[in-house]
């Protein structure tokens, strides 16, 4: 005869309307809480070691308010042109252009090895484990490390950029591969095909679709790390204009317009990656 326990009602929390409460007792609440109320009681903390000496806090509100509308709403350009500018930007834009397409090229051959269906597992944990230091590495660091090696450029730019887009594309390449049918593949190994056999005819056919995804998904995210390259190495392109105007120029009006320029093209670029999406992954979208 199987024995039942009753709980004692006495131990049982419940809200204010009756229901049970889950989530009591829950560790890893708790920690959460109490993680927020900590990192609070810092940044309040923090507010009392600031140096206000001369601060005058209504001035600074209203010169604050006067620079965000001149450079917003009175946009223009004083020291180039319209087609510089279009030339700036295509020069940022072949930047993360370079970076994506040769990273997703040389990514793909790792990804193949870092997979564990189609590599030996030390093989596929050494590369994983290379890609993953390279990753936690930012990319503006590894455009520095190779600025200093091959000089202040938009080489430096590209090297840097390009090493972080492999160690991001590997990843995802290589969790694309992994989700394949495991069926497909013992399928092809049962006919005696070879390795490359089976990742042109039973990897690369499921799996296109995710590639192209993420290879997008990483141009748009060297389009921004080229903008802010363009300052920290030199590399040129709207990014170091942008740095021009705000840190020598001090013109605002140009520092708007360049924000502008800059936004519409990453909206630009959202727009295409959605259309993407819709057409190849038309069931996640409609999902979200």
């Known amino acids: ?61 209203t010169e604050t308010l006067h620079n965000i509308r001149v450079m917003f709403l009175e946009p223009g350009l004083s020291h180039f042109s319209w087609g510089e500018a279009f030339y700036q930007v295509g020069v940022t834009l072949g930047l993360g252009v370079l970076a994506t397409i040769f990273g997703a090229i040389i990514a793909f051959f790792l990804s193949l090895m870092a997979a564990e269906n189609l590599s030996k597992p030390w093989l596929s944990n050494t590369v994983r484990i290379v890609v ?20 202040l450029g938009s080489e430096a730019a590209v090297l840097g950029m390009l090493f972080h887009s492999v160690a991001y594309l590997v ?46 998904l990483r141009f748009e995210i060297n389009f921004s790390v080229a903008v802010a390259m363009g300052a920290a190495a030199g590399a040129g392109g709207i990014g170091f ?3 021009m105007a705000s ?10 317009f360049i924000t502008y320029a800059v936004l519409i093209i990453a909206i630009f670029l959202e727009v295409i990656s959605t259309r993407l999406k819709e057409r190849y992954f038309p069931s996640s979208v409609k999902t979200r």
Do not use: C
């Open 1 to 61: 005869m199987e024995m039942v326990r009753e709980l004692d009602p006495a131990l049982i929390k419940r809200k204010r309307n009756g229901e049970i409460n889950i989530k009591s007792g829950n560790k890893i609440d708790v920690v959460v809480k109490r993680t927020i109320w900590v990192l609070t009681a810092l940044t309040i903390l923090a507010f009392f070691f600031f140096d206000y000496t001369g601060l005058q806090l209504d001035r600074a509100i």
């Open 132 to 151: 993953a230091f390279i990753r936690a590495v930012p990319t503006v660091l590894w455009v520095l490390i190779f600025a200093i090696a091959a000089g």
């Open 171 to 216: 990843k995802a390449f290589s969790e694309s591969f992994e989700e394949v049918n495991p069926g497909i593949i013992e399928a092809l190994r049962a006919t005696g095909s070879s390795w490359w056999h089976i990742v042109i005819n039973g990897v690369l056919p499921s799996t296109f679709t995710y590639l192209l995804s993420w290879t997008f």
């Open 241 to 243: 204009e942008l740095f």
């Open 247 to 256: 840190g020598f120029y001090f013109d605002l009006r140009e520092v708007g």
